[in-house]
C-alpha cells in the first residue's frame, strides 16, 4: 500500500535562517505530489505542485522554493526564513491524473 | 484561478442532529473531494466524487457532484462527538484547491 511520509512534525527556526522540509512517498510511482500551507484556523493554500521530477509549478510568489530530486521526493526550501513563515506545512499525493490526494502528517513550523 | 466558497464557516449541533455543508466555485472541476482534519493532523480523506450528479455515500456522510460541475455538498447525519474537526472540500482541474473549511463543533 502508498504511504506518504513528511518530517519533521515540528519545527522552530530563527527568523533569517534556511528550511528544508521532506516529504517522500511509497508504494507508487510518478505521483502528483502538493505542497500546501495552514494557516492557523485557515483553509490550506496550495504552494506548489509537481508532475513529475523537476516539474514544479508555484502557485504564490513567496521566499519558498520546491524541488523534486526523485519521483518519490518532493522537498520544500527556504534561504531565509520570515515570521509569516510560519504555519502548517502539508505534502499531499496522488494518483498521475489527478484522482484524490492523501495528506501526510503535516510540519508545523514556528518562526521566530 | 479556481476559487472555492465553503459554506458555512462553523457549526454548533446537538448530537444526533444532522448537518450540511457545501462549496461552490465560479470554475468547473472534474473531481469533487471531501476531507476531515483534526488538530494537529493532515486532512484523511472522506469521500471522493467523479461524475456530474454523482451521488456517494460513506457510512452516515453523504456527498453530492452537482451537475453544473461547479458545486458539491456533504450530509453527514445522526452527528456524533467524534464528528467534531474541519470539514474542507477540494476540487481538482489541473490542480487541487481547497475550501476554508467547515468548524463543527457537535454537543454530547
Known amino acids: 500500500s502508498q504511504t506518504i511520509h513528511q518530517w519533521p512534525a515540528t519545527l522552530v527556526q530563527p527568523v533569517g535562517s534556511p528550511l528544508s522540509l521532506e516529504c517522500t512517498v511509497e508504494g507508487t510511482s510518478n505521483p502528483n505530489l502538493y505542497w500546501y500551507r495552514q494557516a492557523a484556523g485557515r483553509g490550506l493554500q496550495l504552494l506548489f505542485y509537481?508532475?513529475?521530477?523537476?516539474?514544479i509549478s508555484s502557485e504564490v510568489p513567496q521566499n519558498l522554493s520546491a524541488s523534486r530530486p526523485q519521483d518519490r521526493q518532493f522537498i520544500l526550501s527556504s534561504k531565509k526564513l520570515l515570521l509569516s513563515d510560519s504555519g502548517f506545512y502539508l505534502c499531499a499525493w496522488s494518483e498521475a491524473g489527478f484522482t484524490e490526494a492523501f495528506f501526510g502528517q503535516g510540519t508545523r513550523l514556528t518562526v521566530v | 484561478g479556481q476559487q472555492l466558497n465553503q459554506s458555512p464557516q462553523s457549526m454548533f449541533i446537538q448530537e444526533g442532529e444532522d448537518v450540511s455543508m457545501n462549496c461552490t466555485s465560479s470554475s468547473i472541476f472534474n473531481t469533487w473531494l471531501w476531507y476531515k482534519q483534526d488538530p494537529g493532523e493532515g486532512p484523511v480523506l472522506l469521500i471522493a466524487?467523479?461524475?456530474?450528479?454523482e451521488l456517494t455515500s460513506n457510512g452516515r456522510l453523504t456527498a453530492q457532484f452537482g451537475i453544473t460541475r461547479k458545486d458539491s455538498f456533504l450530509n453527514i447525519s445522526a452527528s456524533i462527538p467524534s464528528d467534531v474537526g474541519i470539514y474542507f472540500c477540494a476540487g481538482q482541474l489541473t490542480d487541487m484547491r481547497f475550501g476554508a473549511g467547515t468548524r463543527l463543533t457537535v454537543k454530547p
Open positions: 466524487l467523479y461524475k456530474a450528479g
Open positions: 509537481s508532475v513529475g521530477i523537476g516539474q
